[in-house]
């Protein structure tokens, strides 16, 4: 059974730039959120994608945007890099109304912007 | 807002010394409570979900307990290996979005 998957691993961006990230959730998932976790910081809320809308956001800039295809997977987009993006993108599926919605995460993609 | 503080911060242990870390939690209508393990430059790894007060739920040396404003991950006898950044997360309302604390992170000497 196929867990969270990410790509890239890693990435090296220079300000000013656009980055996109991917995922392909659990095998049986519906529901992908992205997190962001700066070092030392536990994993801040960016928002989450349902039937291929987003469903909730967080406090992020509308820099940060994504979408979901049909095949539930997602990708992340940030535009207008700034030194302050760099950090740990995390991925995260989850089954829709399934029991606590419990979310599994992926091994993360590490932003470097210079 | 919901707020989560974990503590403590750190916590270094000699193997086979038993503990716990703190979960406290001020969320509005608490959905359920999750804990994970992360290791360095890895994505969180999901422990346990608690869901009401009076809730226990248990994995091999780890036990996680919950209250109505706080949660204890208990380590028995730890290991070497359990050694990871542990983090706590309430979620609150209809979107079981969860919030995250700092984490508590954790180092077991042989």
């Known amino acids: 059974d196929a867990g969270v998957t990410q790509s890239p691993t890693h990435l090296i961006k220079t300000r000013g730039q656009q980055v996109t990230l991917r995922c392909s959730p659990k095998?049986?998932?519906?529901?992908v959120s992205w997190y962001q976790q700066a070092l030392g910081q536990g994993p801040q809320f960016i928002f989450q994608?349902?039937?291929?809308?987003?469903?909730q956001r967080g406090n992020f800039p509308d820099r940060f945007s994504g979408h979901q295809f049909p095949n539930y997977s997602s990708e992340l987009n940030v535009n207008a890099l700034l030194l302050g993006d760099s950090a740990l993108y995390l991925c995260?599926?989850?089954?829709?109304?399934?029991?606590?919605?419990?979310?599994?995460f992926g091994p993360g993609t590490r932003l470097l912007v210079l | 807002e919901d707020q989560v503080t974990q503590s403590p911060e750190a916590l270094r242990l000699q193997e086979g010394e038993s503990s716990s870390l703190n979960c406290s939690y001020t969320?509005?209508?608490?959905?359920?409570l999750f804990w994970y393990r992360q290791d360095p430059g890895k994505g969180p790894e999901f422990l346990f979900t608690?869901?009401?007060a009076g809730e226990e739920k248990e994995k091999e040396r780890l036990k996680a307990t919950l209250t109505k404003k706080e949660s204890f991950l208990h380590i028995t006898a730890p290991k070497p290996e359990d050694s990871a950044t542990y983090l706590c997360?309430?979620?609150?309302?209809?979107?079981?979005?969860?919030?995250f604390g700092r984490g508590t992170s954790l180092i077991v000497h042989p």
């Open positions: 608690l869901y009401s």
């Open positions: 969320v509005s209508g608490l959905r359920g």
């Open positions: 095998s049986g998932h519906d529901t």
């Open positions: 994608y349902y039937e291929e809308e987003e469903r």
């Open positions: 997360a309430p979620a609150s309302g209809g979107s079981y979005i969860p919030t």
């Open positions: 995260a599926s989850s089954l829709s109304r399934g029991v606590g919605e419990t979310q599994y």
